[in-house]
T-cell receptor, first 113, second 113 residues
Framework: ETGVTQTPRHLVMGMTNKKSLKCEQH?????MYWYKQSAKKPLELMFV???????ENNSVPSRFSPECPNSSHLFLHLHTLQPEDSALYLC????????????FGPGTRLTVT | AQSVTQLDSQVPVFEEAPVELRCNYS??????LFWYVQYPNQGLQLLLK??????LVKGINGFEAEFNKSQTSFHLRKPSVHISDTAEYFC???????????FGTGTRLKVLA
């Protein structure tokens, strides 16, 4: 595997379910990001991790819980989501958390029913 | 507050014609500016970025952009487009000294044969 991978690619979950999104980067980067991409809306930055430490939480509801166990892996734990949380969730990584090029994964298409 | 505006949601253009995708930003402090491209079912890919120095920035696939501080713009241009340039293009800004990446709503470029 090369670049940034995300699993699963598609996920359908009920409002009472608990699920997790996984992101893995094979680039040796030190920063990782979660974004939410909804139709007709700007890409929204959710979380930023630098060397496994969360450095940015962009006012994201607590039903989204990130975890970064090491610099190569990033998870987004989901629980009691709402239908408006349905979106494409993108993971990205970069050499550092500043003005570096971000490399994006293909995303997880999440549908909350 | 920092914001990024992409006024054109869709731009149709004939193959081999020039194209300009507009991006305006608002920020009271120094910003770094980026253009990303997203092909169907893929993550975003960096086209070019402006950090400092020359205001004309050249990127991949023949794209270039010009940073205009007085007009707070960072328009993307290509002198001759190809069918393969059909994709969605995102402008983004990062305030110097922060991790807050702000994206525009995107411009869908459709190249017609």
């Amino acid at each position: 595997e090369t670049g940034v991978t995300q699993t699963p690619r598609h996920l359908v979950m009920g409002m009472t379910n608990k699920k997790s999104l996984k992101c893995e980067q094979h680039l040796g980067h030190n920063a990782m990001y979660w974004y939410k991409q909804s139709a007709k809306k700007p890409l929204e930055l959710m979380f930023v991790y630098s060397l496994e430490e969360r450095v940015e939480n962009n006012s994201v509801p607590s039903r989204f819980s990130p975890e970064c166990p090491n610099s190569s892996h990033l998870f987004l734990h989901l629980h009691t989501l709402q239908p408006e949380d349905s979106a494409l969730y993108l993971c990205a990584s970069s050499q550092g958390p500043g003005a570096y090029e971000q490399y994006f994964g293909p995303g997880t298409r999440l549908t909350v029913t | 507050a920092q914001s990024v505006t992409q006024l054109d949601s869709q731009v149709p253009v004939f193959e081999e014609a020039p194209v300009e995708l507009r991006c305006n930003y608002s920020s009271s402090v120094s910003v770094y500016l980026f253009w990303y491209v997203q092909y169907p079912n893929q993550g975003l890919q960096l086209l070019l970025k402006y950090l400092s120095g020359s205001t004309l920035v050249k990127g991949i696939n023949g794209f270039e952009a010009e940073f205009n501080k007085s007009q707070t713009s960072f328009h993307l241009r290509k002198p001759s487009v190809h069918i393969s340039d059909t994709a969605e293009y995102f402008c983004a800004a990062l305030t110097s000294g922060t991790y807050k990446y702000i994206f525009g709503t995107g411009t869908r470029l459709k190249v017609l044969a």
